[in-house]
């Protein structure tokens, strides 16, 4: 078990570009979680995958916005037409739901850090 | 809507010394959980401690503990005998039995004074 990893740890990029990054949540978990955290604040939730499905999205979640986890293992976040709102550190966590008796809590990566200059 | 307080940005604390973080919830929801994590400066967000609401005794491990008040939908943690290493963020989350993501606070910034 190595945890949750994330790739890259930081990105800078000019406004306008697209921008990806790559989660690999702990290999026995079948949930994985997308989250922004800006300066000061908690993480806010943008969506969640059980295996390769996206079940929920945030609002937040703008059609710029779009998430995949393709073999229901690893998963990218893609950010296209990237805006200096954009910038913020982007979070991963992943669950475990097939244990019984199990909170599911979640277990996080590293994030990634976005600025959008 | 679910939301998470805490009302303490910033709190300090002598080494082994004991700090009681705040944190508060609204919702309308009778079965859920409650979490305390902690975010060492550029390190990634670990687990500290788990509450399930339809448990009345209070969660512990080891030098942490919490005091869950569920009719008042409150929810702190206590550090003993602080430790150097346990400056950091701390978030109070909430998540519902059914539900798929956390919710959480905006964060209690924690210095351990040597």
């Known amino acids: 078990d190595t945890g949750v990893s994330q790739d890259p740890r930081h990105k800078i990029t000019k406004r306008g570009q697209n921008v990806t990054f790559r989660c690999d949540p702990i290999s026995e978990h079948n949930r994985l979680y997308w989250y922004r955290q800006t300066l000061g604040q908690g993480p806010e939730f943008l969506t969640y995958?059980?295996?390769?499905?996206?079940?929920?999205k945030s609002r937040l979640l703008s059609d710029r916005f779009s998430a995949e986890r393709p073999k229901g293992s690893f998963s990218t976040l893609e950010i296209q037409r990237t805006e200096q709102g954009d910038s913020a550190m982007y979070l991963c966590?992943?669950?475990?739901?097939?244990?019984?008796?199990?909170?599911?809590?979640?277990?996080f990566g590293p994030g990634t850090r976005l600025t959008v200059t | 809507a679910q939301t998470v307080t805490q009302s303490q940005p910033e709190m300090s604390v002598q080494e082994a010394e004991t700090v009681t973080l705040s944190c508060t919830y609204d919702?309308?929801?009778?079965?859920?959980?409650l979490f305390w994590y902690k975010q060492p400066p550029s390190r990634q967000m670990i687990l500290v401690i788990r509450q399930e609401a339809y448990k009345q005794q209070n969660a512990t491990e080891n030098r942490f503990s919490v005091n869950f008040q569920k009719a008042a939908k409150s929810f702190s943690l206590k550090i003993s005998d602080s430790q150097l290493g346990d400056a950091a963020m701390y978030f109070c989350a909430y998540r519902i039995h059914t539900g798929n993501q956390f919710y959480f606070g905006t964060g209690t910034s924690l210095t351990v004074i040597p």
């Open positions: 966590a992943s669950s475990n739901s097939w244990l019984a008796g199990n909170t599911y809590e979640q277990y």
């Open positions: 995958f059980q295996n390769e499905a996206q079940l929920e």
């Open positions: 919702t309308s929801e009778s079965d859920y959980y």
